[in-house]
């Protein structure tokens, strides 16, 4: 059965960076399109950034030039590389798997657990 599982979340202070990953297993994702998306407390869930299979990005404008999307697909892991983190930036970080790249939600078809990202201020 397809899984995929995050790590890599904590609690940092505001301007810090961290890296989560997400390890897929069960099946090759290689060929498949990745995305991080997140959801605040009482929020809606909401894009990051994908990742498709040939490698090109895509990143919401609330992250872009401060977060890095990648993959290693010899590991079949994605990563997310986050610098200058606000406070705004807390929320649960999901990762999500699907044939389409996209910002929409429901184009992925697998999903993690998710890891919870805390910025304090």
């Known amino acids: 059965q397809a899984q995929l599982v995050e790590s890599g979340g904590g609690l940092v202070q505001a301007g810090d960076s961290l890296r989560l990953s997400c390890v897929a297993s069960?099946?090759?994702?290689?060929?498949?399109?990745m995305a991080w998306f997140r959801q605040a407390p009482g929020k809606e869930r909401e894009f990051v950034a994908f990742?498709?299979?040939?490698?090109?990005?895509y990143y919401a404008e609330f992250v872009r030039g401060r977060f890095t999307i990648s993959r290693d697909n010899a590991k079949n892991t994605v990563y997310l590389q986050m610098n200058s983190l606000k406070p705004e930036d807390t929320a649960v970080y999901y990762c999500?798997?699907?044939?389409?790249?996209?910002?929409?939600?429901?184009?992925?078809?697998?999903w993690g657990q998710g890891t919870q990202v805390t910025v304090s201020s």
């Open positions: 990742i498709n299979y040939g490698g090109s990005t």
């Open positions: 069960g099946r090759t994702f290689s060929s498949k399109s």
């Open positions: 999500a798997a699907g044939p389409l790249a996209g910002h929409y939600d429901g184009r992925y078809e697998y």
